[in-house]
Structures are given as C-alpha cells and as structure tokens.
C-alpha cells in the first residue's frame, strides 16, 4: 500500500516505559532505502478529523495492541521531517507517556497496523546510545533525558 505523503500529518504516539523505567515499547519497521536494517517507532498513528491527540494516542493504542494506557502525559510536540524509501514525509507529533494495560511480553509481541499489516513490537532500552537502530520520531538527546523530567 502507498502512503500519501503529499500533505503535513498529525499523530499522537506513546513513550510507553516499563515498570522499572529502563526500556520502553516501539514497533520494529523493516527495511527501507535510508534503514536498510529497518527502525524503531514509537507506538500510535495519526489523530483523526475531529479527535484529540489525547483521545487518538488512546484509540491507536487500543487498536494496534488491544491495551489501555493509564496515566496519559503530554510530553513533547515535534516536527518530524524525514525521507522514507526517498519520498518526503512530514508530521506533527503530539507526543505522550503513559502506562500499557497489559504490558506487551518481553519478546513476541505484535502490533497490527491500520493497513493490516503486522510488526514486531520490542522493547528498546531508555539509555540507547548503543542503539543500531534509530528510533522515530527522533529528538535530541534522546526520550530518555525528556523522559527522567517527568
């Protein structure tokens, strides 16, 4: 399936930490022409027509891997800019930190995309400067400095 990418989207994503706070959810995408080992993405989607970013980062949620998220805060808004098997991509992203109910299993876990597909869903350490794949949306310092504020 291609993906209009020919206008500004908005989504609403979760940072979305364990118990212990030393690593939290993302979905691991394949490969693409800029990541050929694939990449981490926070876990949500976009904000529909006439939704919050609060209600749509609940729903996405909901949708993608049947939990609930508890203690729901806004973290950050940013502008994602990136280049995705060399078509241009721009989002707003609201982003936010809460709870997963239930929590995804430390390995095997999978997410189901609004296009059907399915991804692994893994947990990535907070401190990951050691990292090979990036993580979108990306910001400086890393989530965990944004994170450890909260």
Do not use: Q
């Not at 060399?86 to 876990?109: M, Q």
């Not at 997410?111 to 400067?129: A, I, N, Q, Y």
């Amino acid at each position: 399936m291609t993906v209009d990418r020919s206008f500004i989207r908005v989504k609403a994503m979760l940072l979305a930490p364990n118990p212990e706070r030393t690593a939290h959810a993302v979905s691991l995408n394949p490969p693409t022409a800029e990541h050929p080992e694939g990449y981490h993405r926070l876990i949500g989607g976009s904000v529909e027509l006439g939704e919050t970013h609060r209600d749509a980062v609940v729903r996405e949620v909901r949708e993608e891997l049947g939990a609930d998220v508890d203690d729901l805060e806004l973290v950050d808004v940013i502008e994602n800019i990136f280049r995705i098997d060399g078509h241009l991509g721009h989002e707003i992203v609201f982003v936010h930190t809460g709870r997963l109910d239930p929590l995804p299993p430390p390995s095997g876990a999978t997410l189901t995309e609004s296009d059907g597909s399915v991804v692994p869903v893994v947990w990535r350490p907070l401190d990951d400067h050691a990292e090979a794949l990036p993580l979108y949306p990306a910001v400086p310092g890393g989530w965990s400095e944004r994170l450890s504020a909260l």
